[in-house]
């Protein structure tokens, strides 16, 4: 059942913060489009071939009768296909080792061809910086600019394919004419313009020299090589990029270097064979038999259809193409959405959950209920600030119906009383004590039960500021024997209402709330009164507060939302179980709507219900 409340409880904690989730959704639809805005799009280009080799059967075993010259497995070709070293023979022969970029606004793409705006021709003999942005703009029709600013750099011999030397940083700021090279002694090249290519508004150009063996890793990474299902020699290859015709031509020549290299290594066997039949036929001794000679010129036949199998049973089955009919695979906006939104979601309820495990104050009302035994009686709503040092029980306004919903749920705690006395603490100062006080006896007196409120706070009076009401004669008086109760009562405009205040801070106030005079107090105004309130000092001083208990029929505990420490009612509990305190019920003041699901009111010790 408690874990059914606590559940209940992050459930309403959590809606009731509705504006955070709109907010987060906000944030994530931004951050998703940002984030479309400057990834760049992902094809994947597919294709497909036939290759070498017989298929292996089914259960594992040899087929039979199978010629061991095209007995290759599919999974062996697929190997070589995905291979380092074919891949790196297919990029030996492609010009991807300069790659084109154009940058605009945070956003890079990748050029190739002739769809990018120069060239870039390498001097083989100069070891290059590589993986650094070389920008290039052209300032004329006879000169361009290259600058590069870069650190921990390395130099790249495009001959041997190896990376011979580093620099800690590189810096290149030249202006070149068109018809000469930039001879800067790490960085190269002569560049060729495209003159028919449209430089837009904004636009920085840009290439990266890319070394062999990291555009090879790069490249076996990237490319997916398998066969169409266990039993076929169809072998499917893909491979996604940014520029789909550049993924067309590593394919294309992918599979030519592939039907170049193979014929060789598969016809060995069968040539070795046919060799070896050719001799036998030829051989000058007569030592073969008639039944030999059959079985040889057999095996011949069988040689040479071999050797004609390994060139003929491959071919391309689907030249590539971009997949999906163009669409890219990357990045895809339903699922980049869906991650952020549910993202930002779980965020914010993971750091209200957090924050709710780490806080200290108490805030709704579920929590007084998980801390404490004490029943709740009532929740005050929030009082705007022109409220807050003002009686507010007779308004239309959710904090006055809560001053009148509590009257009604006190009648509950005070039956039989002719005069009930009624004593308001709370744990410290600011938690609303004199606030919720003067508004309770407001709304008591405007029932039509005539009420007398009672400062007994000597140490930090603050009754009589709502009344603009002297506060040079009172309780203090009173109690040292300093004047009568009729000259301590001041009698209010709100009918039935009068206010007895605290009068001077004496210097001992626990003594004189002690005194016999108390009592006379108390006993003489029930004879007046039909309710008694008693704004008390705060729990803190905790003998005070006991000796007033014995005059009381009931004692509101005054917490505030969001305020009052959650150890303050931990430390009610324990007076509650040394029987030092009793009729008490907790009021729960100051609750914004936001956090409260709903109003709880409690009729009696252990029953409530909200409304």
Known sequence: MSGTRSLTRYAKRILSR????????????????????????????????????ASPAKDGSNTEGENPATRGTVDDQVGILASNSIIENTLRKLDFGVAYYVENQFVVREEYGSSSYFKIILDSAVNQAVNVPVYVHRISSTRYH???????????????????????????DEEVPLDKPLGNKYLNFRIVFNDKYKVEAGDAMFFVIRPLRALTGDYQRNLSVKAISS?????????????????????????????????????????????FIEDQLTSPTDTLSEKMRSYLLDKRIEARMALAS???????????????GGVAVSPRPDVIFMVAIASAFLLVILIIIVKDVWRDTIITSE???????????????????????????????????????????????????????IGITSSRESEGKTFCSVNLAAVMAYSGRRTVLIDTDMRRPRVASYFQIENRKGLSNFLVGDGSIKEIINITEHKGFDV????????????????????????????????????????????????????????????????????????INKLLDRDKIANFSVLLNDVQPSKESGNYYAYGYGYGYKY
């Not at 994530?28 to 990834?39: F, P, R």
């Not at 390994?310 to 999906?324: F, G, M, N, Q, R």
């Not at 507010?392 to 009148?404: D, I, Q």
């Open 146 to 172: 290259v600058k590069v600013s870069a650190r921990n750099v390395d130099l790249y011999n495009s001959y041997t394919a190896q990376v011979e030397g580093s620099l800690n940083e590189l810096e290149i």
């Open 231 to 275: 039993d076929s020699r169809i072998v499917s290859l893909a491979v996604a990029g940014e520029v789909p015709e550049k993924e067309k031509v590593f394919l294309n020549t992918l599979i030519k270097q592939y039907f170049e290299a193979s014929p060789a290594g598969e016809r060995g066997p069968a040539l070795q064979t046919l060799k």
């Open 367 to 421: 929590d007084v209920e998980s801390i404490t035994k004490i029943p709740l009686i009532a929740t005050i709503s929030h009082a705007k600030k022109r409220e807050q040092n003002a009686i507010v029980a007779h308004t239309r306004t959710a904090v006055g119906e809560s001053f009148r919903s509590l009257r009604v749920n006190l009648q509950y705690l005070t039956l039989g009383s002719n005069a009930s006395v």
């Open 18 to 53: 509705w504006h955070f989730f709109v907010l987060a959704l906000v944030l994530a639809v931004a951050a998703s489009l940002a984030y479309l805005h400057v990834t760049p799009m992902k094809y994947e280009v597919r294709a497909s071939v036939m290759i070498g080799g």
């Open 500 to 571: 007895i205040g605290s009068g001077p801070i004496p210097p001992n106030p626990i003594d004189l709330i002690g005194n016999p005079r108390m009592e006379e107090l108390i006993q003489s105004l029930k004879q007046s009164y039909s309710t008694i309130i008693i704004d008390s000092p705060p729990l803190g001083y905790v003998s005070e507060y006991i000796i007033l208990m014995k005059y009381t029929d009931a004692n509101l505990y005054v917490v505030r939302s969001d305020y009052t420490n959650r150890k303050s009612l931990k430390k």
């Open 310 to 324: 390994a060139a003929a049973d491959k071919a391309i089955v689907d030249k590539p193409y971009v997949a999906l």
